[in-house]
């Protein structure tokens, strides 16, 4: 059984609404690995580290597209309130 069919029966035994609620919060927990690995990059002088924050950055990136690319199959899309919502928890 190949990766595929294996995430189609995952999702399909899911109830769906939790399933879109977990991929969005895996996509917001992905954008803020992002962005702390960008800091990181932006905070150390040393070039092993600077290696780790680039290293985490693409891991980070990549695990989001993976997540967009099955909200995208799955027509998952969230209202202009969801994202000012999840940005004002984030501030606070």
Aim: glycine letters at 2%; hydrophobic letters at 40%.
């Amino acid at each position: 059984m190949n990766k595929k069919n294996i995430v189609e029966y995952l999702m399909n035994k899911t109830n769906d609404s939790t399933m879109y609620a977990k991929l969005l919060h895996d996509m917001e927990i992905a954008k803020m690995e992002i962005n702390v690995a960008r800091s990181m990059f932006n905070n150390v002088n040393d070039d092993k580290l600077i290696e780790v924050a680039i290293y985490s950055e693409n891991v980070a990136r990549k695990r989001y597209d993976y997540l967009l690319s099955i909200a995208r199959e799955k027509g998952i899309r969230v209202e202009h309130n969801y994202v000012v919502e999840n940005n004002v928890r984030i501030v606070e």
